[in-house]
């Protein structure tokens, strides 16, 4: 995979990550810790930081790579899919 389209991957993946943060955040910190609200800048913010703390290299073989390109969007949106199910439940 060629240099722009891991980069283009790095950013949605930036992107769906503080948007997951985001959602979840409204939905379930604010009514229950009283909390304020959270940009989509500072949910990224919050997860570049996290991400750093926890980080971890582990080598993979090239096509498990492109496995962890999609799993790393696809986890953020099923995160928001099943969060908004639990929060109309709220």
């Known amino acids: 995979m060629n240099a722009l389209i891991k980069a283009i991957f790095v950013v949605a993946i930036l992107f769906s990550n503080g948007l997951a943060l985001k959602l979840l955040w ?3 910190m604010v009514p229950i810790f009283g909390l304020p609200l959270i940009s989509l800048a500072e949910a990224i913010g919050i997860c570049l930081i996290v991400g750093f703390l926890t980080s971890q290299y582990i080598p993979k ?3 498990e790579n492109n496995e ?5 969007i696809a986890s953020p949106v099923t995160a928001i899919v099943f969060g908004w199910i639990i929060h ?3």
């Not at 962890?68 to 790393?72: D, E, F, G, K, Y």
Request: charged letters at 20%.
């Open 68 to 72: 962890a390109l999609i799993h790393s």
């Open 88 to 90: 109309l439940f709220m």
């Open 61 to 63: 073989k090239d096509e």
């Open 26 to 28: 409204g939905w379930f």
